[in-house]
């Protein structure tokens, strides 16, 4: 049974930073890609950053580029969102996500439950 779990929300002041983890079992994690998303009051989930578990290249959305780190530890399955230099338009919950990008996964897509992230101006 695949499981995400995220944890590291919280309530920070602007300017502030977070990490976000996210812990992943019963994927074979080649198989997969690791995301994030987040979804803001009465708007729609956006892409945050992403990273390919097997060789570990990373994509960010456009406003995550220079203030967000996505990263992993292999020996524990998990996932990590460094966010610094955080502002009260990040605030939203936020998902890790696994896509399947090889065969027998391919395009299947698995959700965390969520970890709500509050910046305060």
């Known amino acids: 049974q695949v499981r995400l779990v995220e944890s590291g929300g919280g309530l920070v002041q602007a300017g502030g930073s977070l990490r976000l983890s996210c812990a992943a079992s019963?994927?074979?994690?080649?198989?997969?890609?690791i995301r994030w998303y987040r979804q803001a009051p009465e708007k729609e989930r956006e892409f945050v950053a992403s990273?390919?578990?097997?060789?570990?290249?990373?994509n960010y959305a456009e406003f995550a580029e220079a203030r967000f780190t996505i990263s992993r530890d292999s020996a524990e399955n998990t996932v990590y969102l460094q966010m610094n230099s955080l502002k009260p338009e990040d605030t939203a919950i936020y998902y890790c996500?696994?896509?399947?990008?090889?065969?027998?996964?391919?395009?299947?897509?698995?959700w965390g439950q969520g970890t709500l992230v509050t910046v305060s101006s």
């Open positions: 990273m390919r578990w097997n060789g570990g290249s990373t």
């Open positions: 019963g994927l074979t994690f080649s198989s997969y890609d």
């Open positions: 996500n696994a896509h399947g990008i090889r065969f027998p996964n391919y395009g299947s897509d698995y």
